[in-house]
């Protein structure tokens, strides 16, 4: 199947300070990328969803100042927590978009997990 | 908006059968996918079904019935590393909506 990576898997991080988290898919071109986070022991919630070359489309409750996304190509999206504090830490997930076998799917990148101290 | 259904908890025998059931309202329909999580990982893709039926693949099938909001992913032959949480998610547009996840532990 297709492979979507993430970059860092792991961040830790003083409160106050900015963190990007790149998404990218690898070997097919996504013009779609989602972002999704997991609190423990709960599902996925939809943060935003990332357009290529368009501004991305944020879902209710979620600051897009706080959360910058830019998806300047075909295979990368990044997300930026800016001036992060504990709250924000969680296990970030992206996924991309692939409509290249004609059956459209969503592939993950294996996470992110931010730790703000 | 939508509303996605599915048991919290499951145990089941290694080598047996189990059936993971999910029951949708939503808005606009698009598809219906199962994927696989194991703990601290991203999930898997696991099915697809946007038509009524069941869709085969190996040990996993996943059936759909679009009238009644309802699916079901149907493990066959369990082993200890399908022990995990499986997602049932309803596309509507181009956007995925995840249920709270089943989780499922195989047991000797």
């Known amino acids: 199947g ?16 900015s963190v990007k988290i790149e998404c990218r898919s690898l ?3 996504a ?10 022991k709960q ?5 935003a969803t990332s357009n290529e070359g368009s501004k991305a489309t944020y879902e209710q409750g979620v600051e897009k100042d706080k959360f910058l996304i830019n998806h300047a190509s075909l295979t990368l999206s990044t997300l930026t927590v800016t ?26 990148g294996p996470g992110t997990r931010l730790l703000v101290l | 908006g939508q509303n ?16 993971i059931n999910c029951t949708y309202q939503t808005s606009g329909f698009n598809g219906l996918f199962w994927y696989q999580q194991h703990a601290g990982e991203a999930p898997t893709f696991l099915s697809y079904n946007v038509l009524d039926g069941l869709e085969e693949k190996g040990r996993f099938s996943s059936f759909l019935s ?22 049932c998610a309803v596309r509507a547009g181009y956007q995925l909506t995840f249920g709270k996840g089943t989780k499922l532990s195989v047991i000797p």
């Open chain 1, 2 to 17: 297709a492979v979507v990576s993430q970059h860092p898997s792991r961040v830790i991080c003083k409160s106050g300070t």
């Open chain 1, 27 to 29: 070997d097919f071109q």
């Open chain 1, 31 to 40: 013009t779609t990328m989602f972002w999704y986070r997991q609190f423990p």
């Open chain 1, 43 to 47: 599902s996925l919630m939809l943060m």
């Open chain 1, 83 to 108: 001036s992060a504090h504990p709250e924000d830490s969680s296990f970030y997930i992206c996924s991309a978009r692939d409509r290249s076998l004609g059956v459209e799917t969503q592939y993950f």
């Open chain 2, 4 to 19: 996605i259904d599915q048991p919290t908890e499951m145990t089941a025998t290694e080598g047996a059968i189990v059936q």
């Open chain 2, 66 to 87: 679009r009238s009644k909001g309802y699916s079901y992913l149907l493990l066959k032959e369990l082993q200890m590393k399908d022990s995990a949480s499986y997602l």
